[in-house]
């Protein structure tokens, strides 16, 4: 049983319900290292790995193993174990197809340094070189290499946004792997703001809140992925304004990203915001057919796997959303070939491309879980979204609400105002009518509902 395939192909399931960001923290160097009766042991590198995997994503993983595999695993246990250095890391997993591109290359000088850049949290294979560039990225691409280019001189801080999956984490470590190519004793640190928070906590428990201060306030570049996970939380906050501060004042570059602007950020102390407007702020959105098309090539390219146009063709037609599930939806079809030893044709990537398809997940989605990802995504409560309230922070997220049962669900306009509060049925049609004409100028709303659809599908396709 080819362990690696089963463990890639669980692999590309999960990543289409996490972000970029804790898919790489978590998941990187995991292995399955036994597979027998239904039994799987999933190895991991440290028993911090091991604690996480157990008590956040154990569900998810055996889901995913039971798609990756069609078959009955009974029970997922973990095991801190080094991977034999004679088996390839995951990420740079060549499938061993009967018709590759061309042979194995040589280790590149990127690969042979990968040491010293996983040290600093960067993933070897999210360079610039990898970065296929379009429409939709192309400022945030070129405001990307400025920083790289001359840290701490232009675009301070440089804040990326866009939704799940469109590439914001890969642009934010080519800028690390550049600065530490170029500049080896720059002191860089990439960090999820998940992260930052648990070291503060850890920190700040144990009684050594000065050693953190320390870590982040004398290094020279800050890379922090998913700052929008800083609403709620006023101590890491605090430590976080400081910090922004004191690296600022002494020219230190500071990057950040986010899943949407920062005024979107709701709950983000004004402080703060006016410190993360300070410098450039750049989007990405959805790659367009050509550019999911050169995304394709050149990940089968890292593959060493060979898909014809027509193919290509196929898998950048039905998946419209973001470049992860693209991308997951390729590391499907090559597990998937491989593990079943045959050639890819359309007849059998069709199936495969059908889990990834909206109207499959759409069957999924009920009222009260489309409600609940509105009111998760706007961060307010289940009383905000019922109550009466005008405020806008409230009103917009509600007639946003409005708008995806009808559009989503289609319910119908008397049974959309029993779900939001018993309100009247006039009140659904005009929230309706509100925000179809603000689709047609607002490029926000149309974020916020490209991002609001991608975790309602994700959670669908969950249950």
Known sequence: MNYQAIWQAALGELELTLSKANFTTWFKNTFISSFENGKVVVSVPNT????????????????????????????????????????????????????????????????????????????????????VVGKSNELAHA?????????GTVYNPLFIYGGVGMGKTHLLQAIGHHIHKNSPNTKLRYVTCERFTNEFIQHVRSGRGAEFKQLYRTIDVLIMDDVQFLTGKEGTQEEFFHTFNALHQNNKQIILASDRSPKDIQGLESRLLSRFEWGMIADVTKPDFETRVAILQSKTREKNYALNTELLHMVAGAIQSNVRELEGALNKIVAYHQFKNLLPSAATIQPLLQTFAPAFTKRSISPKLLIETVIAYYEISLDDMLGKSRERRYALPRQIAMFLLREETKCSFPSIGDHLGSRDHTTAMH?????????????????????????????????
């Open 48 to 131: 911090f790995t091991k604690s996480w995997l157990e008590k956040k994503y154990h569900d998810a993983i055996v889901k995913a193993l039971r798609t990756a595999t069609n078959q009955g695993v009974r029970e997922v246990t973990y095991r801190v174990e080094a991977k034999n250095t004679t088996v390839l890391p995951l990420e740079h997993l060549l499938p061993e197809t009967p018709f590759p591109l061309e042979e194995a290359a040589a280790p590149t000088e990127q690969e042979t340094t990968s040491a010293s850049t996983n040290d600093l949290g960067l993933n070897p294979r999210y360079l610039f070189e990898s970065f």
């Open 143 to 151: 405001a990307s290499q400025a920083v790289a280019a001359k840290p």
């Open 431 to 463: 929230a309706c009518q509100k925000i179809t004409d603000m689709l047609k100028d607002d490029e926000q709303i149309k974020r916020d509902l490209s991002v609001i659809r991608e975790k309602l599908y994700s959670s669908a396709a969950a249950h």
